[in-house]
């Protein structure tokens, strides 16, 4: 049962541009929602993340909006930039369990 | 500060053979996960370690195991192997208090099986 889905597959973007990725979930016990970057043969590094009592925040280019009663979160890259270009996780933790969830990614290109 | 080590980088078997993959967490985290990342089935949770115990355990058969030992680094061990054990095996770990959720990620351990 895949818990939280992940869109698009794939995008590609003009350097400067905004890349937009969306994610939702089922589990309403998910309380931690963070985004990781992974670059080819690298492991997943941690972005930004969001609890559920915050519907926005911002780190540099990098925003998540969070929508609690549609179960939807996204992740916003503004002008981006080819070294953005990598494989964007979004991910859910559920306390009780403590393991993170993960959608499918999205592997995202940037033009220059 | 050092991240999450894992060692080896790459390990290649051949199936019914044994594996071994070792991760070392970020000084002071207490918490060790593992994860599989294979061709198209994307990050699934293996197995979380706190304090030397196994909390959890994610849909994968028995012959996944590990431990944590009191220095609090990790070692997973996957018995039996199969052709579709091939994977990147990811490690993280993570500390208690407020930013106890966010985990750190390793740089994997690449796991053929021939």
């Known amino acids: 049962q895949q818990q939280v889905k992940q869109s698009p597959q794939s995008l590609i973007v003009q350097k400067g541009g905004i890349s937009i990725i969306n994610c939702a979930y089922e589990?309403?016990?998910?309380?931690?929602f963070p985004w990781y970057q992974q670059f080819p043969g690298k492991g997943p590094a941690l972005l930004i993340a969001?609890?559920?009592?915050?519907s926005e925040k911002k780190e540099g280019r990098f925003t998540i909006s969070f929508n609690k009663s549609a179960k939807q979160f996204s992740l916003h890259i503004m002008d981006s930039q080819p070294g953005d270009s990598a494989t964007y996780f979004c991910?859910?933790?559920?306390?009780?369990?403590?393991?993170?969830?993960f959608g499918g990614g999205t592997r995202l290109m940037v033009k220059p | 500060e050092a991240g999450v080590t894992q060692s080896p980088t790459h390990l290649i078997k051949t199936r019914g053979q044994q594996a071994t993959l070792r991760c070392s967490p970020i000084?002071?985290?207490?918490?060790v996960y593992w994860y599989q990342q294979a061709l198209g089935l994307g990050l699934q949770f293996l197995l979380w370690?706190?304090?030397?115990?196994?909390?959890n355990r994610g849909n994968f058969p028995p012959r996944f195991s590990g431990r944590q030992f009191p220095n609090y680094s990790s070692e997973l061990n996957v018995n039996a192997l199969e052709l579709e054990d091939s994977a990147l095996y990811l490690c993280?770990?993570?500390?208690?208090?407020?930013?106890?959720?966010?985990?750190?990620f390793g740089p994997g351990t690449r796991l053929t099986v021939l």
């Open positions: 000084s002071g985290h207490t918490s």
């Open positions: 991910a859910a933790i559920d306390n009780a369990g403590n393991m993170l969830t």
């Open positions: 969001i609890r559920p009592d915050v």
């Open positions: 993280a770990s993570s500390g208690s208090g407020p930013m106890g959720n966010e985990q750190f």
């Open positions: 370690y706190d304090e030397g115990e196994e909390r």
């Open positions: 589990n309403t016990a998910f309380d931690y």
